[in-house]
């Protein structure tokens, strides 16, 4: 008897990926083969979560937390990420505006399911997190990209090209501060251009704050804090990244409580709950000592001065440096055009094969935007110490001036 294709529905195929991961594969094999890889191509973190927050997850553990709890989260947990957004923030929040979540990538999909309606227009940024493109697809939106541009000191969002999106049936607006993959920063004349654009349009925003406490100077800014802004932002908040807590899988949805309700709902529908013991993890990681949590932001400030310098030793390569994320986004257009390489599959290939360095394209970040001409590529130095920073860019850097 012959087994037939299961009848797959058609809306996978509008489903994307989280492409760095085929990246990884790649490397893996490669790796397998023998060949030393230097990984900058995942924002994974090679560095452990500090050790009072493991510590408050194994009492958890064995006090028993290792049942359902609230769809909404630990009512403590609550409470002290109301309190510590609020006071980073400047915003009135309660556990009201606040539920947990299983990471903070969920909350793209549910901020889209609780606000979008099938054929509704949703702005998100190309180079981004492809995440967005796939969620806003996969439940039916029309995904509307915008850029950025090379400024003085950094990034800046291609303005023009944004508003020339919007059209009366534009709804939403992800907008990613502190970004990924460019490490662009919005300046405060920026945010304001930006809230000024949603009021007028009526847009609610995800604000994606992942990488707010990955800072090297300055202080973070939010979308969310500025006049008319916190009744239509969702803050995506995450536990990965500040407390290196990737594998633990907990982040939150801060923001007005009607749209907080209904993701509580998609909760009870997803996946009952968060982790219940890791939230008292977390929990620690808010309301207990942050010396672990600064001495990862050092080890990362360390990592990022000495890759953007070796970086900018390349011929063919310049590079901005950020002062916040993990990400550097070297302008590699010469490179290419010394070295003969016409696609970005070629480059990253070459690289790999050549030097053993890895790392993602401009490409895995969003589909290629009309009018790009310059080229770019996404070094992630959470998950590489600094020894094999300078030995794999070295290995770059004497392949690219071959």
């Not at 090379?150 to 709804?171: C, I, K, M, W």
């Not at 994320?325 to 010469?334: A, G, I, K, Q, S």
Request: aromatic content about 10%; some cysteine; charged content about 20%.
């Amino acid at each position: 008897m012959t087994v037939s294709s299961p009848p797959i529905a058609e809306r996978i195929r509008r489903l994307g990926t989280e492409t760095a991961f085929a990246v990884s594969v790649e490397a893996a094999a490669w790796q397998a083969q023998g060949h030393t890889v230097y990984p900058f191509h995942l924002g994974d973190m090679d560095l452990p979560t500090p050790d009072n927050i493991v510590e408050a997850a194994f009492k958890a553990l064995r006090d028993g937390k290792t049942g359902y709890c609230p769809p909404a989260g630990v009512p403590a947990l609550r409470e002290a990420l109301a309190t510590a957004v609020g006071a980073s923030h400047g915003l009135h929040l309660g556990p009201q505006n606040v539920t947990v979540e299983p990471g903070g990538k969920p909350v793209i999909g549910k901020f889209i399911l609780a606000l979008m309606n099938p054929g509704d227009e949703v702005l998100y940024p190309s180079p981004g997190y492809p995440i967005y493109e796939s969620q806003i697809e996969f439940h039916g939106g029309v995904a509307l990209p915008y850029g950025y541009v090379e400024g003085a000191a950094n990034f800046e969002l291609d303005f023009e090209a944004l508003e020339a999106q919007v059209s009366p049936r534009t709804r939403l607006l992800i907008f990613n501060n502190l970004q990924n993959p460019t490490g662009a920063e919005s300046s405060p004349a920026e945010l304001e251009r930006v809230a000024e654009l949603a009021l007028r349009h009526d847009l609610y925003v995800l604000c994606d704050e992942a990488y707010w406490d990955i800072r090297y100077s300055g202080r973070s800014q939010s979308l969310a804090a500025l006049p008319g802004m916190a009744e239509r932002c969702l803050i995506l908040y995450t536990f990965s990244k500040k407390f290196a807590m990737t594998g633990w899988r907990l982040g939150a949805a801060v923001g007005p409580a009607a749209i907080v309700e209904v993701i509580a709902k998609l909760n009870v529908n997803d996946e009952s709950c968060s982790n219940h013991f890791v939230q008292y993890g977390a929990l620690e990681g808010l309301i207990g000592d942050e010396s672990g949590s600064r001495e990862i932001v050092r080890i990362l400030r360390e990592r990022r001065d000495v890759c953007v310098a070796l970086l900018n030793q390349i011929t063919g390569v310049s590079c901005f440096t950020p002062e916040a994320t993990f990400y550097l986004f070297p302008n590699v257009t010469e490179l290419m055009r010394r070295k003969g390489l016409s696609t970005y599959d070629e480059l990253r290939r070459a690289a790999l094969e050549e030097t053993g360095v890895s790392f993602c394209t401009r490409l895995h970040f969003g589909r290629a935007l009309p009018g790009e001409k310059e080229s770019y590529v996404r070094f992630a130095y959470s998950g590489i110490p600094v020894p094999l920073i300078e030995e794999g860019l070295g290995r770059l850097k004497a392949w690219a001036e071959a």
